[in-house]
């Protein structure tokens, strides 16, 4: 089964083909960061207006560079939410006429549950069950993945994720947005321990996370002393070392609680070195292993869509021609899909 995929649902613009057997074969991506950034944040009708010019000939470059022609492909798929309604509709429209036109089933697709399928690309690929920490720019969650769409929420963040918290730091910091990946890099020249921030909800039992409080303990340390390169390298060291504490000690908790062996970590701050290598090594020190998309697949790219879509028209699945996306989806309202009583197993998607 081959299918092609399209990601539209924020400020990223992107299409990929997946063959079952071959592998990804192709993935384009057009980021919209330059277009928002004078606004410092993602304005919606600039996006979805970007996102119609943008899409179709992403889909033309996609299907070139993997050498596919319409009549090879067994399906569409497409983001069809959570996010942006506006951004989300260009992408569900197209795919929608694809299919149409050339007679294809197509699926709208969970973007976390796409988040959390992306590692499937790598090799190794994670099994089910499984923990999964999803750290992006709108949710931290933890959740316990049993199999395919069967997702249990353990615990999630009470008001800023992950990903903001990095953000508004940035921010705070001088950084243009969005700045997660430039505030990692500074903290690589700043000092452990010159700037110590609060790691918020480690005392509370459970799951929850609340990173809210640190965009006022930040811009509180830039303002009590002069803010020279190393002041600001010794705070972004001291946020990033708060953060990925945090997630690491309530993750080990998850781990302990619920005996899963294996961790898969997703979305955008999943690439940020620090976390990946910090949470490798306390899972090998334990005797399970984490898994981790490439870094360019932990932030919004159509690739991790494609997995989503091809593991769900594999085992039958397929909506209805509507139209319709949802700017708010809960990922727990997601189920396995079912193809003649058999639920899917975990499934590696080939590897090219
Ligand atoms: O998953 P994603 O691309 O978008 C959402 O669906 O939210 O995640 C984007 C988030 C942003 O907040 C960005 O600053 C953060 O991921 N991010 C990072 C790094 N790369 C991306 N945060 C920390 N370190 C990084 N290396
Ligand atoms: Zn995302």
Request: aromatic letters at 4%; one cysteine or more; proline letters at 6%.
């Amino acid at each position: 089964m081959r299918v092609l995929a399209i990601e539209s649902s924020c400020d990223e613009s992107a299409v990929a083909v997946l063959d079952e057997g071959q592998g990804l074969l192709a993935h384009e991506l057009w980021s919209q960061v330059d277009l928002h950034r004078v606004f410092g944040g993602v304005v919606p009708e600039l996006a979805s207006r970007d996102h119609v010019q943008r899409l179709l000939p992403l889909v033309r470059d996609a299907l070139a560079a993997a050498g596919t022609r319409p009549e090879q492909l067994q399906g569409v798929a497409y983001t069809a939410g959570p996010g942006l309604a506006g951004a989300l509709l260009c992408g569900a429209a197209l795919a929608r006429s694809l299919a149409y036109g050339w007679r294809l089933p197509a699926i709208g697709i969970h973007h976390l549950e796409g988040h959390l399928l992306a590692p499937l690309l790598e090799t190794p690929a994670p099994g089910f069950p499984h923990l999964a920490l999803l750290v992006s720019g709108g949710h931290t969650m933890l959740i316990e993945a049993r199999a395919l769409g069967d997702y249990q929420l353990l615990g999630e963040t009470r008001d800023d994720a992950a990903g903001e918290a990095f953000d508004k730091s940035a921010k705070l910091l001088g950084l243009p947005y969005p700045g997660g990946p430039q505030l990692a890099l500074m903290a690589a020249a700043g000092r452990a321990g010159a700037c110590p921030l609060p790691r918020p909800m480690l005392d509370r039992a459970g799951y929850e996370f609340s990173f809210s409080g640190l965009k006022t303990a930040v811009s509180l340390a830039v303002r009590s002393q002069p803010l020279d390169a190393q002041r600001r390298a010794d705070i972004a060291r001291g946020l990033q070392d708060a953060i990925i504490d945090t997630l690491c000690v309530k993750t080990l908790r998850a781990l302990e609680a619920t005996s899963l062996t294996q961790l898969v970590v997703a979305g955008g701050v999943g690439a940020n070195l620090e976390l990946r290598e910090r949470l490798s090594r306390e899972l090998s020190a334990r005797g399970g292993q984490a898994f981790f998309p490439r870094p360019e697949f932990c932030t919004d790219n159509a690739a991790m869509i494609a997995v989503a879509g091809l593991l769900r028209l594999r085992a039958g699945e397929c909506a209805e021609a509507d139209l319709s996306v949802r700017a708010r989806w809960p990922l727990t309202e997601l189920r396995p899909p079912h193809s003649a009583g058999r639920t899917l197993q975990a499934a590696s998607v080939g590897h090219a």
